[in-house]
């Protein structure tokens, strides 16, 4: 890790950088969504002060290393906080009822919210400035502290309507305490963009890991002593302890080193404003849910709905975390080339690769995500299960979009998402509203799910004006695993449902017949995929390692390759 003194290198620019922190049911997590991606190497040029980095410039094999130490390192850390975060929500489900959860997801909707008010989009501006980043850091720093005291004085006053909105006493008082979340939020934004611009890996193994871990502890030990909801506010307020503290020892950046200037906040401001109208519209979009469940529906309802999406988020937490922190450099790299040939290809075969992976785990949600929910959590949550069925789509939909986000960021061309967030935000709401006078709490999500697969048709779509891709090219990278995942939900569900019934069992064999189920699954699928497109696995034998091979080619074993695909002939799909 570098000490940050504020005289590095020219970055090329990272278009969007949005770390936010999401209240899923359970527990605050420190989430990478699809506009978080690293910048590439930065070039090295007369004059700069760190000769170190002329290695960067050798070639395609470094920046491969440096892709793939990041990616690598977003796994591992991806793979622990998850454990961690899986095993005290199933901890926090046998110990707190769903409208306990349901409360403190309503009482929190507010500082969810106004937490896009406190990064105000800065912090990607930061990420991707050139030139004064000492003044640029002191200047983000000043404005963030102030956001942050402006809005956590307004998520005070404001708790009293939060009660009214949800007509319950407790939420209120839940919405007032957790408003001490946006100033803390606040003092994250100059390191945690220092360390994106540091490609630290020490960030992606440290951080999360630590945060998820500290709301282990306190939640689980809090509400296992009788505290109730007000375990998840103490266990919330110690990982964002814990997150402030970590990010500003791995930064070791200290205020004061810079110059901060309105006009240097004018710039900065300029660049953020798109980022920060799409999460705005990501903000609105979710405070509207939890408003719409919570008080259409019920508390409980709104603790059924968070469980089942927090579990249906975790596939979509993989392709983000892993994916984009490797396809957005390879596709930046690639456009700044000027070669539209391969950016194509690599656009192509990198939607084709997710899709196998996500088309897999919606059709294994489908099959077995009720009974799999009853057996880990219990009988209380079946309505979870139901949900989780229901928004399946949605890692379908998400790896779709994270794809071709980062195809559109690494083109330069962000504009196009503000066609996104205004899709997503109109869509999402309105499907919300539509389903749930029909169907309930199982209409929440089906809307989830509709919204992601719709408003991922379109931003491929809009990728397709930036890659140059066919209609025909994209429908047969996307569409041969579709099949096949559909045949290996009906074989599965038919067994699940029909003989092996794992939720009326005992805890252990009930696991170990889901089990039984994945494996039918997983053996069905790969077979039927073999079959329809047996070119798709030639692709991913060439993703696995072989001894030595990287070592002739100066890349770390297992890494991405800054190619993403190889070079195409113009008939290439």
């Not at 030990?221 to 964002?240: D, E, H, K, Q």
Request: one cysteine or more; glycine letters at 10%.
């Amino acid at each position: 890790m570098h000490r940050y003194d504020g005289n590095q290198p020219d970055r090329p620019p990272v278009r969007a950088y949005d770390i936010i922190w999401r209240h899923v049911s359970d527990a605050p997590t420190l989430e990478m969504p699809v506009a978080d991606a690293l910048a590439g190497p930065p070039p090295v040029r007369r004059g700069d002060r760190r000769p170190e980095l002329a290695a960067d410039t050798d070639g395609p094999s470094t920046l491969t290393r440096r892709i793939g130490r990041v990616a690598v390192a977003s796994a591992v850390a991806l793979i622990f906080t998850e454990l961690v975060s899986f095993g005290q929500t199933i901890a926090l489900a046998r110990l707190l009822s769903p409208a306990e959860v349901g409360m403190f997801a309503a009482g929190t909707v507010l500082t969810m919210l106004l937490t896009t008010f406190v990064e105000g989009g800065l912090r990607s501006a930061l990420v991707q400035r050139e030139g004064r980043i000492a003044d640029a850091a002191d200047t983000v720093f000043r404005a963030s502290v102030l956001y942050g005291i402006a809005v956590t004085v307004t998520a005070l006053a404001a708790a009293p309507i939060v009660a009214m909105i949800f007509q319950d006493r407790t939420i209120g008082l839940i919405a007032a305490a957790t408003s001490g979340f946006l100033l803390l939020f606040a003092l994250v934004n100059v390191p945690e963009a220092l360390l994106q611009r540091e490609f630290s890996v020490r960030r992606r193994i440290v951080v999360g890991p630590l945060v998820s871990l500290s709301f282990c502890v306190v939640a689980v030990a809090l509400a296992a002593n009788g505290f109730g909801v007000w375990s998840m506010v103490a266990g919330s307020y110690a990982s964002y302890l814990v997150w402030v503290v970590s990010v500003w020892w791995l930064a070791r950046w200290r205020p004061g080193r810079g110059r901060a200037s309105y006009r240097l906040w004018r710039e900065l401001a300029r660049f953020g404003s798109p980022v920060l109208v799409g999460m705005i519209g990501s903000r609105v979009q979710a405070t509207a849910e939890a408003a719409v469940v919570g008080r259409g529906l019920s508390p409980a309802a709104l603790g059924h709905y968070r469980y089942g999406q927090r579990i249906a988020q975790i596939p979509v937490r993989f392709i983000v975390e892993v994916g984009a922190f490797s396809l957005f450099p390879a596709f930046s790299r690639i456009a700044e080339e000027g070669d539209a040939d391969r950016l194509k290809a690599a656009y192509l075969r990198a939607l084709r690769l997710v899709t196998v992976g996500a088309a897999a785990l919606t059709g294994l949600l489908v099959a077995i995500g009720e009974p799999a929910v009853v057996i880990v959590f219990g009988e209380r949550w079946r309505a979870a299960g139901a949900v989780l069925v229901a928004m399946a789509g949605l890692g379908l939909g998400k790896a779709w979009m994270s794809v071709s986000e980062e195809a559109i960021k690494g083109a330069g061309r962000t504009t196009l998402l503000n066609w996104q967030t205004a899709i997503e935000l109109a869509l999402g709401i309105g499907l919300l509203l539509a389903f749930i006078e029909f169907f309930g709490l199982i209409g929440v999500g089906l809307a989830t799910s509709a919204t992601a697969l719709i408003v991922a048709v379109v931003v491929m779509g809009l990728a397709r004006s930036v890659t140059g891709v066919s209609v025909g090219a994209l429908l047969r990278a996307v569409l041969p695993p579709l099949p096949a995942g559909a045949l290996a939900l009906a074989v599965c569900w038919m067994l699940e449902h029909r003989v092996l019934q794992a939720d009326t069992r005992s805890i252990p064999v009930g696991i170990g017949l889901l089990v039984i189920d994945a494996m039918a699954f997983a053996a069905i699928y790969l077979s039927a995929v073999a079959v329809i497109a047996p070119d798709l696995v030639r692709g991913f034998a060439r993703l696995v390692p072989r001894p030595g091979r990287g070592r002739r080619n100066g890349s770390s074993p297992g890494a991405i390759s800054e190619n993403v695909g190889p070079r195409p002939s113009r008939e290439t799909n």
